[in-house]
T-cell receptor
Framework: GENVEQHPSTLSVQEGDSAVIKCTYSDSASNYFPWYKQELGKRPQLIIDIRSNVGEKKDQRIAVTLNKTAKHFSLHITETQPEDSAVYFCAARASGNTPLVFGKGTRLSVIA | GAGVSQSPRYKVAKRGQDVALRCDPISGHVSLFWYQQALGQGPEFLTYFQNEAQLDKSGLPSDRFFAERPEGSVSTLKIQRTQQEDSAVYLC?????????????FGQGTRLTVV
């Protein structure tokens, strides 16, 4: 089955700096890669996703890149703000008959 | 409803007690997932339904765990003879279709504490 590895497990950045979180996956059939943000005590919420026919996707300060050959994808947050502080999870999914598999998360702290 | 709803939000069970956790997915959503999230960890897959069919239950940690979705909407995760290691947040998610690349919406979870 699919295995998703996520790095780093914790990340501290100064406000205004960029943050990058990286994930690798094992199943070459995976074609959907969402990123979720989870604040303390709250539900995971989708912030951006990318599908296998696209190499990069941007949404304001957030971008995701995908390298299918290397089987890795990354989340980039620019101009970080204190409210970006949360745990971020990457995930991968191969088909409608398989589950969404998550990485172990990255705790991002943005220091004002 | 407006989103995925789970109940109860919090459950304290004595070791050995049976518990039932309920998930109300977004109306009309075909796919439903259960995940277990231990403190400081990512969601770990438990089981997956498409309508009433349980397509994958490979993540259920033991035969004490059982899930059902008899009418293809509400789902119940049952844990028999709870153990301390079952303490976690149990998250339910649903998505509109059975396709791989549709957004999964999460409920707020049920925090289970086994004492």
């Amino acid at each position: 089955g699919e295995n998703v590895e996520q790095h780093p497990s914790t990340l501290s950045v100064q406000e205004g700096d960029s943050a990058v979180i990286k994930c690798t996956y094992s199943d070459s059939a995976s074609n959907y890669f969402p990123w979720y943000k989870q604040e303390l005590g709250k539900r995971p919420q989708l912030i951006i996703d990318i599908r296998s026919n696209v190499g990069e996707k941007k949404d304001q300060r957030i971008a995701v890149t995908l390298n299918k050959t290397a089987k890795h994808f990354s989340l980039h947050i620019t101009e970080t703000q204190p409210e970006d502080s949360a745990v971020y999870f990457c995930a991968a999914r191969a088909s409608g008959n398989t589950p969404l598999v998550f990485g172990k998360g990255t705790r991002l702290s943005v220091i004002a | 409803g407006a989103g995925v709803s789970q109940s109860p939000r919090y459950k304290v069970a004595k070791r050995g007690q049976d518990v039932a956790l309920r998930c109300d997915p977004i109306s009309g959503h075909v796919s439903l997932f259960w995940y277990q999230q231990a403190l400081g960890q990512g969601p770990e897959f438990l089981t997956y339904f498409q309508n009433e069919a349980q397509l994958d239950k490979s993540g259920l940690p033991s035969d004490r765990f059982f899930a059902e979705r008899p009418e293809g909407s509400v789902s119940t995760l049952k844990i028999q003879r709870t153990q301390q290691e079952d303490s976690a947040v149990y998250l339910c998610a649903s998505s509109v279709s059975g396709g791989a690349n549709t957004e999964a919406f999460f409920g707020q979870g049920t925090r289970l504490t086994v004492v």
